[in-house]
T-cell receptor
Framework: AQKVTQAQTEISVVEKEDVTLDCVYETRDTTYYLFWYKQPPSGELVFLIRRNSFDEQNEISGRYSWNFQKSTSSFNFTITASQVVDSAVYFCALRIVPDKLIFGTGTRLQVFP | EPEVTQTPSHQVTQMGQEVILRCVPISNHLYFYWYRQILGQKVEFLVSFYNNEISEKSEIFDDQFSVERPDGSNFTLKIRSTKLEDSAMYFC??????????????FGDGTRLSIL
């Protein structure tokens, strides 16, 4: 079965704290792609990062970093020094052949000043 | 930066009426999608479209739904006879190149459909 699990429904932190959002996926495909999207209160879906199943190199982009581990089927997302503007719902998604995204249930992150 | 455009941003319709949601994908993109998100829930795949035909559709995409690319720029989702449970945010997305690449799907801002 193809599935994405985001066990954390909601996380609250105070500004400047680091926070990690967990994502665990299931697929039998050997080739697949993983994505993170951000949905701010305004409702749009903003693409953040993609990873393919052959690339386990972790990535850092400013305050964002991603940890992809095939051995545990996880693709976790860390925000360092969180800011109020990071408050949003974050979705992890799995792209499978032929071509659709399977989304997790999302993690609502609230960053308080 | 090019973006996916959806109109209208909010559509209110009486139950049983037909509704058409419109999308203008990014111009050089070849793959088009519709997703929906019922309030407070996760985003669900509806349909993918390539080369003027449906590539894949979900169980949600029943006979009441149809998609069309009437010209070179628009991509529409029609719901023939709306039901209360069709109330949701509908997202259009597009991606470029091969469906086997890791090209991301870029989403529009969504159309909030409210069925009364």
């Amino acid at each position: 079965a193809q599935k994405v699990t985001q066990a954390q429904t909601e996380i609250s932190v105070v500004e400047k704290e680091d926070v990690t959002l967990d994502c665990v996926y299931e697929t039998r495909d050997t080739t697949y792609y993983l994505f993170w999207y951000k949905q701010p209160p305004s409702g749009e879906l903003v693409f953040l990062i993609r990873r393919n199943s052959f690339d386990e190199q972790n990535e850092i982009s400013g305050r964002y970093s991603w940890n992809f581990q095939k051995s545990t089927s996880s693709f976790n997302f860390t925000i360092t020094a969180s800011q109020v503007v990071d408050s949003a719902v974050y979705f992890c998604a799995l792209r499978i052949v032929p071509d659709k995204l399977i989304f997790g249930t999302g993690t609502r992150l609230q960053v308080f000043p | 930066e090019p973006e996916v455009t959806q109109t209208p941003s909010h559509q209110v319709t009486q139950m049983g009426q037909e509704v058409i949601l419109r999308c203008v994908p990014i111009s050089n993109h070849l793959y088009f999608y519709w997703y929906r998100q019922i309030l407070g829930q996760k985003v669900e795949f509806l349909v993918s479209f390539y080369n003027n035909e449906i590539s894949e559709k979900s169980e949600i995409f029943d006979d009441q739904f149809s998609v069309e690319r009437p010209d070179g720029s628009n991509f529409t989702l029609k719901i023939r006879s709306t039901k209360l449970e069709d109330s949701a945010m509908y997202f259009c997305a597009s991606s470029e190149a091969s469906q086997d690449s890791n090209q991301p799907q870029h989403f529009g801002d969504g159309t909030r459909l409210s069925i009364l």
